[in-house]
């Protein structure tokens, strides 16, 4: 009886691994790209995905089959939110702790992306509401659908239209200003 229970959990663990497999090669780079586009690092949008990975790893078995990317994408949302997050509690322990008041530097990676024609966007972008940003970034940056976007977010469709409309006028208004 154990070796039936035994040969079982290795067929499924061997599914688990090819399915996984298959899909990084697809997935790696745009789920790197969408975590980056909501924590603008490198490395940490890089630990974001695979993370991610390493969880459908071991939920393979309880992922509808062919919901497996929609999983993904929702698990590298997830871990950007938690990311931030942790920054900002971060950066408000930072702050407390350095009140004295050290001349803060941007980093290497903050001062390329300045350069960086697209960096007016994103910072536009950064001040919008974390939901009208997720939205228009699933949106604009990977050509995901009102649906997928609504799976990833775990969001109603008709709130990733409201969200994306009160994003875009509020994106209009700052460009308005600027002129």
Not at 11 to 34: C, E, I, K, N, T
Not at 65 to 93: C, F, I, M, P
Not at 119 to 136: N, S
């Amino acid at each position: 009886m154990a070796l039936v229970g035994s040969r079982r959990d290795a067929s499924a663990h061997a599914a688990a691994d090819d399915g996984v497999s298959s899909l990084y090669a697809v997935q790696w780079f745009p789920m790197v790209r969408l975590a980056w586009l909501f924590v603008h690092d490198d490395l940490l949008a890089e630990e974001i995905v695979q993370d991610a990975f390493v969880a459908l790893h071991r939920k393979w078995q309880d992922v509808r089959e062919g919901r497996e990317t929609a999983y993904l994408r929702q698990s590298v949302v997830n871990g950007a939110r938690s990311a931030l997050r942790h920054h900002k509690v971060e950066q408000r322990y930072l702050d407390s702790t350095t009140r004295g008041g050290h001349l803060q530097v941007a980093s290497a990676e903050d001062a390329a992306l300045a350069s960086v024609g697209s960096a007016d966007l994103f910072a536009r972008l950064q001040r919008l509401p974390a939901r009208q940003r997720e939205v228009l970034v699933l949106r604009y940056y990977l050509d995901l659908s009102e649906s997928q976007i609504a799976d990833a977010l775990g969001i109603a469709p008709g709130s990733v239209k409201a969200h994306a409309h009160r994003g875009l006028a509020a994106l209009r208004t700052q460009m308005e200003d600027v002129s």
